[in-house]
Structure formats: C-alpha cells, structure tokens
C-alpha cells in the first residue's frame, strides 16, 4: 500500500508557474525508487488525462503533447517525492492534478487526492 498526497495547486494567471508535489509513503516497506510515478488530470465534464510519467529506474520522462516543452517532471528518491514543474500555464491547464505511483509506467495501482489548478486568462 502507497500513500500519496499532492501539494501545490493555487489560483495563477496565464503564464505563470507552479510546482506540484508528490510526497509518498509505502507501509510496505518497498521503497519509492521501485515505483514509476506519473500525473495526471482531470478537468470538470471530462475524464481523467494522461499528463507526464517518470521511470522507476532510468528516470525517462512522458509527456502529453499537450504539456510538452512547459512542464517537466522529476523525482527525489532520498525524499520520496514526484514534482511537477509547470510553465507558461494556459487556462486549459485548469484541472485536478492527481499522483499515481505502479510497479511500472502505464499501470498504475495507487492514486493521491489530488489538488487544484485554476489558472485565469
């Protein structure tokens, strides 16, 4: 079992930044670098979007092209923390932003509560 709790999300103008934080913990005991962690979101009416994913091991990043270029994910391993670095945020951007952590990119078992991005035009 992983527990995940984001942090970060605020109300921004278009073209500000914010960093999301991921901070996990397993009462398993399994440690935070055996997990593929990714973001995703979900904006209201609909459903829930892919937004970037890092590796467990060799650290390669996936973005939604959507994202590409304005955001950048990355891991502390000695922290047990995902960030998500957003730039030049776009209304469209406007979501709850979810955590998730599996066993390897694309299957995901563990999911945090989200938190909220509004970004104003």
């Known amino acids: 079992q992983v527990q995940l709790v984001e942090s970060g999300g605020g109300l921004v103008q278009a073209g500000d930044s914010l960093r999301l934080s991921c901070a996990a913990s397993a009462a398993s005991g399994r440690t935070f670098r055996t997990y593929a962690m990714g973001w995703f979101r979900q904006a209201p009416g609909k459903e829930r979007e892919f937004v970037s994913a890092i590796s467990r091991t060799d650290g390669n990043t996936y973005y939604a092209d959507s994202v590409k270029g304005r955001f950048t994910i990355s891991r502390d391993n000695g922290k047990n923390t995902v960030y998500l670095q957003m730039n030049s945020l776009k209304p469209e951007d406007t979501a709850v932003y979810y955590c998730?952590?599996?066993?390897?990119?694309?299957?995901?078992?563990?999911w945090g509560q989200g938190t909220q991005v509004t970004v104003s035009s």
């Open positions: 998730t952590a599996g066993s390897r990119i694309g299957a995901y078992d563990y």
